[in-house]
């Protein structure tokens, strides 16, 4: 980092940070999530702690030395085992989700590096209440945060508003609804967009910010334009933009 002080004389460099070293992870656990998300548990030893909404970096190596990355963000809350989730949506012609999808198998290893990311992540000593706004697969750094609050804050008050093409589609929707039901700080809102459904709009923010009050923290994560719009609507509302963190994916 370059600080150029006010008289423009002084110039401080910082050293920047060495690179993550990329680390062995065992493959330990595959399930479906959805007909077309599986849950990927992997046992790393990462040389920092885990925080909700980090991701990872996955490195594939073929035989004749060809590398192909992707980052993925971590699903579990943050724990002592050593033990991270990821969500994958398999996507044939993916090189590196396509891999997982067709060829990955328990006891597999893995190179992984991380955890990364420092701007899009809650702690429970941050406090809320916490609006989460996710779109499709987005969800999956805000669900981190939910189970970490659900274990380490549960009096924080949460609202999740959801939305994804359909029901068959949205990422951990049992596990989101039995929440919703049992955890009386917590509510969830999600919506269907596809076959004429409800995209998220200004009636569905007003919505939200009435159930849930002031909020203290924003995350929003989705493709760009998903996360865009959302942003917009929550500023048009009179939301503080200093409150809003954002994640987003796509070119």
Partial sequence: MAILGASSALLVIEPSAP?????SAILTAIRPVTGRVKSYRFQVAFDRPVLAGQHVDVRLTAPDGYQAHRSYSIASAPSQDGIIELMIEGLPEGEV?????????VGDTIELRGPIGGAFVWRPEDGG????VGGGSGVVPLLAMLRHRAAAAPEVPALLLYSVRDAAEAIAAEELAVRARDEPHFALMLTLTRAGGRRVDAGMIGEALQRLGQPGHIYICGGNAFVGRTADLLVDAGVDPRLIRTERFGS
């Fill in 19 to 23: 690179p993550l070293p990329w680390q």
């Fill in 97 to 105: 989700s396509g891999f997982f999808e067709t060829v990955a198998e």
């Fill in 129 to 132: 209440p916490l609006l989460l």
